[in-house]
């Protein structure tokens, strides 16, 4: 019988759980997005994105999902029959590639297996090969594979023989890692409300260089024209209206952000990474990334003739553990454990025991509590 | 340094944890208490009431704390000079005393060494000592010292020899465990909310017999007078101002324990117990329940030489796990994890792997998990 006392806990990797402090802020959504205390309100939450994005130039807000900002900066960041580059390594790779193509640009694909992540030298032979190349498109986080990409590594090697735009998914790795869009030159970072920032899904996010906004494209544009917003944003007035109480649970996540300290918040994620990892190897289980594991999110195998599907429901419907499972190749074959967000340790301790309570259930494993107990060697070591 | 990510989480005896879905409900706070709204549903929520307190009278429900009720009970049920008993295993046995006496009862005490719990035999003989006993006063549960009585065994061997008024704290006992008010021949069971109910403090539950309504004392009394209440509360007008948001929290509760069902709540709280018994043994400490440990709080020892009062603000400051100290006696010696109100097992295991990084902190334990592991086996056990 279903454990009627189980209550729901998110391990997805976004959305992810929010803290009651932000739950509260937005409570708060009777205020009219025109008045002076909103327009305070949102040039507040644009300025504090700026060490968040690592950048001098304000970001933007949007009202739209994680793939709206994507669209974004492809329309206003390329032309029709525009050469780019994309690194696919995963779903969201993926999407990049999808997004150009729907806007007509000639899309160059550098495929990186699944559960690895591009380095310096494939990406310089790509590049090598296009002579026109306006843009490359890559993720930070490939949130698919659980598999981060040394950004500190890869961008200075491009810079040395790329000039030209370099656009970062950061959706779920905002706020969680170190992002240093002026130091790395990157030309545009776009990310999330419901990641990072433990929010809601509802707001994107946009920070553009000096460089890119001074080669914005000629294409019609109306709801994601970032000139536009630009304008108003500078005043606290986004072009349309906003998702007000996603603004007030912005305000207050920031505030949380700014309190902590974004090099804590990084250690904690980086903290919360090994020990899922410990946990996952104490389990026996076959982790997902081949190198370069994801700070946010850590993803396994399930032993082979087992359904990744049916597990994962079985923990949400056992243990309120929601998980994420595998895309496209992966389905059925692999698991998502996310540690993201402003969670805290006792938070992913849960999410660790849904998942040996399932492994024991399946008949996968006759043991309980080895990787809880790993997790916890590891947490409770000096950080 | 401080964890700055650490969420606080409640294992006190009471309050206990607040789920979401009651605090939504107490958020409707803008309700008049006299409108047939409001009536209909505090008769709802005494009606509901009936099956927590096994009996078919309906119980009332008063604005104030535990102790509120407790003092409603002798003021209604004894007059001057009554001679009554009490049995003080704890620091709420001496509650009932203390109340007893101030209200100018003769009050004998059957006093049981802290961490034990009364045996029929010592109650029986000390009833044969009084000839005009009018009442006796004693714990379904003691709280100070994790430690629950034997109601079934105890009190059909009471009432072999003594037809007074039985009265009963079951404060920390009520919905966690069966209560059987009417086939025990209790006359009085008091209760609160903030203890099985998973509802914030101030509300007072009290269940009153036959034979009590009919042999309410004329003391004076304004406030607690039962016999008024009972009148309005018939209709849904409780006497003075109700807590409004509380009664829309408990009506929510109810719903909740309606829902789960009375006797998956008591089996629950029997296995959460268990594990945390577990836990604790796997952890090498002592249990501060000699017998009859509690099915809601779980007592131990630290070591010798080590403060209790220090190891509690410990995990408090550093690990957001609010946990209660020792009372009386037991102060600075004991803490007490509690596994009560509508909470599921992953919280439990969260104060558990709290218990075990304070234990690894202050060098009372090099090892970390073990305990955890234990509950988790326990848990993983079929119930």
């Known amino acids: ?30 205020i009219y997005h025109r008045s002076s205390k909103f327009r305070d309100i949102f040039t507040s939450c644009t300025e504090r994105l700026k060490p968040i994005f690592g950048t001098a130039e304000t970001p933007l807000i949007l009202t739209c999902s994680g793939t709206g900002v994507m669209e974004a900066a492809v329309v206003n960041l390329t032309s029709e029959r525009d050469q780019v580059l994309v690194v696919s ?41 296009h002579k026109n190349l306006k843009a490359i498109f890559l993720q930070a986080n490939e949130t698919s594979t659980a598999v981060q990409f040394s950004l500190g590594e890869l961008l200075p090697a491009v810079r040395k023989v790329f000039a030209g735009i370099i656009v970062i998914d950061a959706i779920s790795y905002l706020v969680a890692q170190p992002m240093k869009m002026d130091e790395w030159q990157i030309d545009c970072v776009v990310s999330g409300s419901q990641k990072g920032f433990s929010i809601p899904p509802g707001l994107g ?22 000139l536009g917003e630009r304008q108003g944003q500078a005043l606290g007035k986004p072009s349309f209206t906003p998702a007000i109480s996603l603004i ?62 049916e597990f994962k429901k079985h923990l949400t419907a056992q243990y309120g553990a929601v998980l994420a499972g595998g895309q496209g ?37 006759a043991a309980t509590g080895n990787g809880v107990k790993a997790a916890m060697e590891e947490l409770a070591k000096p950080s």
């Open 329 to 365: 190749p992966l389905q059925n074959r692999v698991l998502r454990i996310a540690h993201l967000g402003l969670i805290d340790r006792f938070h992913l301790l849960t999410g660790l025991a849904a998942i040996e309570f399932g492994l024991k259930d399946m008949g996968i494993q």
């Open 205 to 226: 996010f946009i920070g553009l260089s000096k460089k890119a906004w001074q080669s914005l494209s000629k294409r019609p544009k109306h709801y994601f024209d970032l």
């Open 89 to 129: 390594a995963g779903k969201f790779g993926e999407r990049w590639g999808e997004i150009a193509e729907s806007y007509g640009c000639q899309v160059s694909c550098l495929t990186v297996p699944w559960g690895e992540s591009p380095t310096p030298e494939q990406l310089l032979k790509e590049i090598e090969k």
């Open 248 to 309: 007030m649970g912005l305000n207050q996540a920031l505030e949380t952000i700014g309190t902590v300290g974004l090099p804590n918040i990084h250690k904690h994620h980086e903290k919360l990474a090994r020990a899922a990892r410990s946990a996952i190897a104490a389990m026996g289980l076959d982790p997902l990334a081949k190198s370069n594991p994801s700070q946010v999110v850590t993803g396994f195998y399930l032993p082979e003739g087992f359904s990744a599907s």
């Open 1 to 30: 019988m279903t454990d009627p006392f189980i209550q729901q806990r998110l391990f997805c990797p976004g959305p992810t759980p929010i803290p009651f402090s932000h739950q509260l802020a937005m409570l708060e959504g009777n």
